[in-house]
């Protein structure tokens, strides 16, 4: 590769009519990706599929994200209106117990 490089320098230099002064172009084809890359290889099984799917991930954290927003919105608002249902009943029983321990005592109730 350097002798083919060396040799079209010396060729442009001699179709312009210039004289010649070669300086070497940079033969080397590595980059720093393929440097840090395992067993010399151009590039990763790993990075070629995820590109393939780079597409798809802001769109499915967006959907997933609102779907866990959702569910626990609703789940919220479930117990909370479990919470308004039990004291309901609570307060039901306490009234009703307080009516019938009135009774009991012969007491009215002042109000």
């Not at 070669?22 to 099984?45: C, D, E, I, K, M």
Request: cysteine-free.
């Amino acid at each position: 590769m350097f002798i083919n490089s060396l040799f079209a320098g010396a060729l442009r230099g001699a179709v312009r009519g210039s004289t010649i002064a070669f300086v070497p172009q940079r033969t080397l084809t590595t980059s720093r990706a393929r440097l840090n890359a395992p067993n010399g290889a151009s590039s990763s099984a790993y990075r070629d599929g995820m590109a393939r799917y780079k597409l798809f991930i802001s769109p499915f954290a967006k959907v997933f994200l609102g779907a866990v927003f959702t569910f626990q919105v609703l789940h919220w608002t479930w117990l909370k209106l479990e919470m308004d249902e039990s004291k309901y009943e609570k307060n039901q029983e306490v009234a009703a117990l307080e009516e019938k321990a009135r009774e009991l005592t012969g007491t009215q109730k002042k109000v």
